[in-house]
């Protein structure tokens, strides 16, 4: 059975950092791309970063230089280093899997793509 475990969460003044880490088991974890997305109220749910099973990486417009993906194949685990995080990036994130090598193509991003998916961690920053 399935199951990827997001942890990690919490709530943050602006300016702070978090890690989040999604631990992935029932699945050859080197044959996924890995990615991390989220939802704020109201909104729909957005990709936020991705990292495939070479390691490449692609990023929102909105995260890239402050968000870090990151993976450790031992553990099944991908992280995502958050940064100088701001109040729009409160949301729920989630963590996902796509089968196959996205790495840093256009399709990287696609949610579409990603059909395993953890049940969210809560990220809340204030002002």
């Known amino acids: 059975q399935v199951h990827l475990v997001e942890s990690g969460g919490g709530s943050v003044q602006a300016g702070g950092s978090l890690r989040l880490s999604c631990a992935a088991s029932g699945i050859t974890y080197t044959r996924y791309s890995m990615g991390w997305f989220r939802q704020a109220p109201g909104k729909e749910r957005e990709a936020v970063a991705v990292i495939d099973n070479e390691g490449s990486t692609s990023y929102a417009d909105s995260v890239e230089g402050r968000f870090a993906i990151s993976q450790d194949y031992a553990k099944n685990t991908v992280y995502l280093q958050m940064m100088d995080l701001a109040p729009e990036d409160t949301a729920m994130y989630y963590c996902?899997?796509?089968?196959?090598?996205?790495?840093?193509?256009?399709?990287?991003?696609?949610?579409?793509?990603?059909?395993?998916w953890g049940q969210g961690t809560q990220v809340t920053v204030s002002s």
């Open positions: 996902a899997a796509a089968s196959g090598s996205l790495g840093n193509s256009p399709y990287a991003l696609q949610i579409w793509r990603y059909t395993l």
